[in-house]
């Protein structure tokens, strides 16, 4: 079946801008997580979604980073004025809950560059 | 002190070898704990999962899991050059969703 698919697989952006990231999670699957990884770090939590509800956005690194789920399937994670800083590969991963010993899938992620 | 911690290497075995990976964690109510594979220019991929003390075998890989001392490692018996790749530890904490990754182990296996 379909895994998760994340669009724009690429993003070229300025410093300030607006962007928009979307993920589309395995059909079923009721919990929804972003993270994103820097070169030669491991993936670092955002935020995770069980249904609509952000279940932790302890991860968000300021109030410029925002996500929604507004129908618990699709999710688009929203960055606002962005910065050199913000450039790096952002994960989606899905899984059918959130609980253990759910296995989380990842998507082939987007790799954001704000120049 | 970080929260999941993995030796960067690079590690390199020769073709045949087995390759051993470690991982140490920090919470100690950590509940799960996973190894996935990650391919230069790709997305993480799960290789295995382990929840209680002891070893899980599944093929080629061995996970083993020691919550006393907070350490989780994976082998990988007659490792082969395709398993050159990083190999990232994570480690869901209790009551969360979330998964904590390591900045991962490359491993290099030589032909």
């Known amino acids: 079946g379909a895994g998760v698919s994340q669009t724009p697989s690429n993003k070229v952006t300025e410093k300030g801008k607006y962007v928009e990231l979307r993920c589309d999670p395995i059909s079923g699957h009721t919990a929804l997580y972003w993270y994103r990884q820097s070169l030669g770090q491991g993936p670092e939590f955002l935020i995770y979604f069980q249904g609509t509800g952000a279940a932790d956005d302890s991860g968000l690194p300021n109030d410029r980073f925002f996500a929604v789920r507004p129908e618990g399937s699709v999710s688009t994670l929203k960055i606002q004025r962005t910065e050199r800083g913000d450039s790096a590969v952002y994960l989606c991963a899905s899984s059918l809950g959130a609980a253990a010993p759910e296995t989380q899938y990842f998507g082939p992620g987007t790799r954001l560059l704000v120049l | 002190q970080k929260e999941v911690e993995q030796n960067s290497g690079p590690l390199s075995v020769p073709e045949g070898a087995i390759a051993s990976l470690n991982c140490t964690y920090s919470d100690r109510g950590s509940q799960s704990f996973f190894w996935y594979r990650q391919y230069s220019g790709k997305s993480p991929e799960l290789i295995m999962s382990?929840?209680?003390?002891g070893d899980k075998e599944d093929g080629r890989f061995t996970a083993q899991l020691n919550k006393a001392s907070q350490y989780v490692s994976l082998l990988i018996r007659d490792s082969q050059p395709s398993d050159s790749a990083t190999y990232l530890c994570?480690?869901?904490?209790?009551?969360?969703?979330?998964?904590?990754f390591g900045q991962g182990t490359t491993l290099q296996v030589k032909p």
């Open positions: 382990i929840y209680s003390n």
């Open positions: 994570a480690v869901k904490p209790r009551n969360t969703g979330k998964l904590i």
